[in-house]
């Protein structure tokens, strides 16, 4: 009788402690003895210095974040550095508690540089600076359209996500960090990140509305200006796999529930553009479609997912309209980023 006297007001005392520290930063109540089913709440949570955070670039109304008004969102991670060398660094598993990318860019009012020719947002991408001078890229369809939202977060808080039976004390970061959640590899994890620059990817194309018939017969793959290969066939090696979907666009709503067959646009693109430190961080996609219709996409959504859900590139027969390439994005709620006629893929910095 004694033992369960004890257990109910443990809980007790517990949930009491999580309503009088909703809204603190740095005091989520501790389950050491398991209490919960929660696994991600078993240890301390420690508060991260972070510095004064200020948006700008292609916006109207540039200025610093003002994080009061802001609610704290919540990812768990497995952190790893890339070691061409000896395999993959693991360096952790936490929980980051934070402000993500989304509410903190949600009220930014776009002016873009190149609106007069392209007026989509799907095109701008923005670039996270921090002290030290290193900056990291991030797609605006990665922090607005994916299915799931608020992934991307300037991290102020870290616990520990220690294993049960080794009880290993990974080491805890000592600044405030941006964390990207869907990243394999997770060089994007910069610390003290100061400034948010919003972008429109800097090149200019011919925008042909309306075009009919919809038709490119290859791919010209770029990379920093330089034309490294073309696609006009899929490699042998590249097998297809079929996504399941509902389509659906921003603007007009239901567009089919048929699946998806393709090859992941990543395995075709891997002999052209390499996983490096340089382009894991900084690398930023343009696919161009013959009409003009464009999308940024960071490199490390393309290449260094760790929750499966690929780009597709899809080949059509020759000579039907929206050919030869196509490309389907499975990460994303909104088909916006499906572009048709794929005529070029360029990569930038």
Not at 309 to 316: A, V
């Amino acid at each position: 009788m004694n033992k369960i006297f004890i257990c109910l007001l443990t809980t007790l005392i517990m949930i009491s402690c999580r309503k009088d520290n909703i809204g603190k930063r740095g005091q989520v109540s501790v389950d050491s003895t398991d209490i919960t089913n929660n696994f991600y709440d078993n240890t301390e949570t420690f508060i991260l210095p972070f510095n004064e955070l200020v948006v700008d670039g292609e916006i109207a109304n540039p200025g610093r974040v003002d994080f009061t008004s802001l609610q704290k969102r919540s990812v768990i991670v497995k952190e790893a550095l890339l070691d061409e060398r000896s395999g993959n660094k693991f360096t952790g598993a936490f929980r980051y508690d934070g402000y993500s990318l989304f509410d903190i860019l949600e009220r930014s009012v776009i002016k873009k540089a190149n609106a007069e020719e392209y007026d989509s947002i799907i095109d701008l991408y923005v670039e996270v600076e921090n002290l030290s001078g290193e900056k990291v890229v991030f797609s605006w369809g990665e922090i607005f359209y994916p299915n799931d939202l608020h992934k991307i977060i300037i991290a102020t808080d870290v616990a520990r996500i220690v294993p049960s039976k080794t009880n290993e004390l990974w080491t805890l970061p000592t600044s405030s960090k941006i964390v990207a959640s869907a990243d394999l590899i997770t060089e994007r994890n910069i610390s003290d990140p100061i400034k948010i620059t919003v972008r429109s990817f800097p090149k200019s194309y011919r925008v042909t509305r309306e075009m009919s018939p919809l038709y490119s017969g290859k791919i010209e793959l770029i990379d920093k200006g330089k034309v490294v290969g073309e696609l006009v066939s899929n490699p042998d090696t590249v097998r297809n796999v079929t996504y399941n979907t509902v389509f659906y666009g921003r603007g007009k709503g239901i567009h089919s529930t048929s699946p998806f067959t393709g090859s992941m646009l990543k395995d075709i693109l891997a002999a052209y553009y390499p996983v490096n430190e340089a382009n894991l961080r900084s690398g930023i996609f343009c696919i161009a479609g013959a009409d003009g219709y464009r999308c940024a996409m960071s490199f490390s959504e393309l290449f260094n997912r760790n929750d499966q859900r690929e780009y597709l590139l899809i080949r059509t027969e020759p000579g039907e309209d929206g050919g030869l390439y196509r490309i389907f994005a499975a990460c994303d709620f909104f088909s916006d980023r499906a572009i048709k006629s794929v005529c070029e893929i360029q990569l930038n910095f």
